[in-house]
């Protein structure tokens, strides 16, 4: 059965799509750190630990969010885009780029900022429209 990042991917499950190639997807985090906390999976992989990847996809990866990651950067305003890999929720390998004012956006036990549809469409389509023109 394919994991709902998959689904997401395929686009059975709605998301707020910010950056997309053949092999990768990337999209907002339903409920994010900050807004633009942006989730990064590998498509045709499922995973649920990144160096278990193959090393193609594993170095394709890096490379999309790296990409995404610059596009964040331009369209949120932060400091930084933080990253993390944790993987203990969703059993599909997903990259966590959030951006940052200070170290502290990047606990997960905090609470979390109310970030609705509206805003979310906005963010996703500023970092898909910096993503385009990189």
Not at 48 to 66: C, H, K, M, Q, S
């Amino acid at each position: 059965m394919a994991t709902i990042f998959t689904r997401i991917a395929k686009g059975e499950i709605p998301s707020y799509k910010v950056a997309e190639s053949e092999e990768y997807y990337a999209f907002l985090d339903i409920s994010p750190l900050t807004p633009g906390h942006t989730l990064v999976i590998p498509k045709k992989v499922e995973d649920d630990y990144i160096f278990n990847l193959p090393e193609d996809v594993y170095e394709g990866l890096w490379a999309f969010a790296r990409k995404v990651a610059l596009a964040i950067k331009a369209a949120v305003p932060c400091k930084r885009v933080g990253v993390a890999v944790l993987g203990m929720e969703v059993p599909h390998t997903h990259i966590h780029l959030v951006p940052l004012q200070t170290e502290g956006d990047l606990d997960f036990r905090k609470k979390k900022p109310e970030v609705n549809d509206e805003q979310k469409a906005a963010i996703a389509a500023a970092i898909l429209a910096e993503y385009e023109k990189l």
